[in-house]
């Protein structure tokens, strides 16, 4: 389980790295005239936000899980195709519900 959580981790940290360069390059993308990376990122800044500010509600952690999983256009560009056509967060769902299962069992298991 600790095994899944760094792995889970890493591409979580990877993922966010990746997005704050492409944040970093907007102005680089505007002064080439390069008006649609630009407004990619852009765009992508206000998804993160916007899944970052329903994580935080009460629920949220399974909205978002719920939007990402279910409308892959919600999802910003660093976390959407990946290696072997697997997505970040298609990994993210299946790590909790794999931890997800994991507490139920420990919660039979102790009644």
Known sequence: ???KLKH???KI???LKQELQETKDIPKHIKNKEFDKATEQIGDIGK???LSTLWILPGGAVMS??????FKKMRPSAFREKEDNKTLFDEIS???ESIHSQK???EKSYR
């Open 1 to 3: 389980m600790i095994h």
């Open 13 to 15: 940290h990877k993922g």
């Open 65 to 70: 899980g719920f939007l990402v999983k279910y």
């Open 8 to 10: 889970f981790t890493k």
């Open 104 to 106: 139920c069992i420990d």
């Open 48 to 50: 993160m936000t916007f």
């Open 94 to 96: 299946r790590i909790e």
